[in-house]
């Protein structure tokens, strides 16, 4: 059975400390007595009770000095001082020092008895007050570590994070929107957000919201900057609400789409690129061989077979543009292996350009090489080293005129092999030159209207090049010619 709490007795007199526990026990109190001061102070720091009845005149250490030592260890600890009438000075000093209650020798055990359970009840109100105290300090510091570390959270998020009151003001924000929103000083905080942002289209959904009388997400587009370096923003914007449902402001989240939107752009052209160019192919192939099902031209062999040599042509396109897409796609997930080997350059070009002269023949094209003897091997993977060679001078012929040139010229360069391919054709406009290595990118000009290709050529030639930590650099110029060079690390 838990006792009503727990009493030390104090008193030197045998009688007395007896007297009390005979006293208190039947109450339902748990009664330790000490002899003198020492002991006291002992029991109070090895035990630990609710409450000390004190005899103040004691040999040795006298209750006065036991007051102290008792407060340390336990600030709650009621205190009643037990003191004849000759000590009751001695009782006032030590209600300064901090003792509940006093009662004078000699007593009766209904003059104890209410003495004790008053400071019984102060005990327990002082440690309930106590244990609250410590409590909300502790929520206190709960709360200003959670402060923080929503902070830290909201600054370290990638995405951008915008926060106003109902007052319309801007009240947060992490370094991420200030990044997207390209804000070049730092908004003040609590300014009305059309002065803070200088975003007029994000100002009016922020302020949108504000009238919202419902919970309603709205996302939008938001194009930030111009040309090359636009970026486009996806903003959402929620209302905030308390748990009554009272409005308290409105956040906005902005996240970079950029690259998605690019990918988006990206997968429709590839669309209508490989509808396009599967479907012109196949369509010319299907006519051949209709015509030679047909049996219309079946006294003609000669005519046949031209047909059916188109028909062949137009398939090698298709399995041209099948290669590449496939060659991409390995590229893209990293699933390639190249096998790194000392390569002789010269070779390859010049397997190369032989394997491109009827080509260029037929373009009336002349297609020349210089490399000089004995250059160094680069290390390099063959077959992605002949697939580069093959695309550059393939285009060099493809976007030429007749009676136009392509050399592939190799030389050294510090510590460089440098392959320049070299061509006097239809040149490249400066404003097309930055998207030239982007997959599935053509450049759309009457010249080039026939003739087939991806656009993936030079973005395969671009990831070779970087899978080899080398560098590619063009020159052109419209109308005159251009220059693919490329520079390999010896
Ligand atoms: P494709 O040739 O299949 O269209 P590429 O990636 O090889 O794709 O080339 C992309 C675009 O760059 C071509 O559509 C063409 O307009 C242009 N281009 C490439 N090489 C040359 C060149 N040597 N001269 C002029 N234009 C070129």
Redesign the pocket.
Known sequence: MNAKGKILVVDDERGMREGCRRILVPEGYAVDMAADGEEAIRRLREDGYDMMLLDLKMPGIGGMDVIEPARKADPDLSIIVMTGYATLESAVEATKRGIYDYIAKPFAPDELLPVVTRGMETRRLMVESRRLREERDRNLLELAAEKSRIHTVVNCMADGALVINREGQLVLYNPAAAHLLRLSASPPLEAPIAEALPCPALVGWLEESQGETEFRRVSRELSVGEGPEATVLMVNIAPVRDEAGLFLGSVAILRDITRLKEIDRMKSQFVSMVSHELRSPLAAVEGYLDVLLSGLIAHDPERARRMMHRARERTDSLLHLVDDLLQVSRMESGRIRRNLAPVALGDLAKEAVLFFEEEAQKKEVRLTAEIPESLPAVLADKDEITRLLT?LIS??I??NRPGGSVTARLSQEASFLRLDME?T????AEEDLPR?FTEF???K?PE?LQVT???????IVKRIVDAHHGRLEVR?RLNEG?V?SVFLPL
């Open positions: 695309n285009n060099a493809k976007y061509d054709g239809l040149g490249i030239l990118h053509r450049i000009r080039t290709g991806t656009g993936l050529g030079l973005s052109s251009s693919f």
